[in-house]
């Protein structure tokens, strides 16, 4: 299966604060992506998107940004809370219409 | 909104025996269903891209004759584990695309002792 790399790092943030979570996609092809967040057990809940049209997009809390010059894709989590803890991932779609995952980060949010 | 019904959400076999896990689209067609596999601590890995009516595309190093998937329906999309072994224990979890994007079901845990 295809997948970009096998690893998950932990970011600890205390809440109230910002997060940041990073992400390197691998298809300069992919003209689409998307952030996931993903509890223990469950499947990927749909957090925000962006198309490769545009840099930045704004939802509720939360920011994704696109930098498509060097494959880079971030989320920011304003006012991180505790039900925020969770994996996150972002996802590509490369064609022909596949959606592949990045390598996730675990999110935890200390009182 | 879209809803993907998964089912069962935890299964557990003998060695050498074929599990069938369905998912279904409630509330929308899904053209294209995609079958993904995750192991503890890690990404979810793109098995196979299924498309109604036609044969499955399978990823590099997914075995079509262990995984085998039928998308008979708009609607529904099957993945059976033929000879399922420890080593096949893994959250699989299936994501249907169709107007609201894309839609992921709950997961399902298989468990093969």
């Known amino acids: 299966g295809e997948s970009v790399g096998l690893h998950l790092p932990t970011l600890s943030v205390q809440e109230g604060d910002n997060s940041i979570i990073n992400c390197a996609y691998s298809?300069?092809?992919?003209?689409?992506f998307i952030w996931y967040k993903q509890e223990s057990g469950k499947g990927p809940q749909f957090i925000i998107d962006?198309?490769?049209?545009?840099d930045k997009r704004q939802g509720q809390r939360v920011t994704v940004l696109l930098n498509k010059t060097v494959k880079h894709l971030s989320l920011q989590i304003a006012a991180t809370q505790p039900g925020d803890s969770a994996v996150y991932f972002c996802?590509?779609?490369?064609?022909?219409?596949?959606?592949?995952f990045g390598a996730g980060t675990r999110l935890a949010v200390h009182p | 909104g879209a809803v993907v019904s998964q089912h069962p959400s935890r299964v557990i076999c003998k060695s050498g025996t074929s599990v069938k896990i369905e998912c279904r689209s409630l509330d929308f067609q899904a053209t294209t269903m995609f079958w993904y596999r995750q192991f503890p601590k890690q990404s979810l890995m793109l098995m196979a891209t299924s498309n109604e009516g036609s044969k499955a595309t399978y990823e590099q190093g997914v075995e079509k004759d262990k995984f085998l998937i039928n998308h008979a329906s708009l609607t529904l999309s099957t993945l059976t584990v033929t000879s399922a072994h420890p080593e096949d224990s893994s959250f699989y979890i299936c994501s249907a695309v169709g107007v609201y994007g894309y839609t992921f079901g709950s997961g399902t845990r298989l468990t093969v002792v």
């Open positions: 996802a590509e779609n490369p064609p022909p219409n596949k959606l592949i």
């Open positions: 962006i198309r490769s049209n545009m």
């Open positions: 298809n300069s092809a992919s003209d689409y």
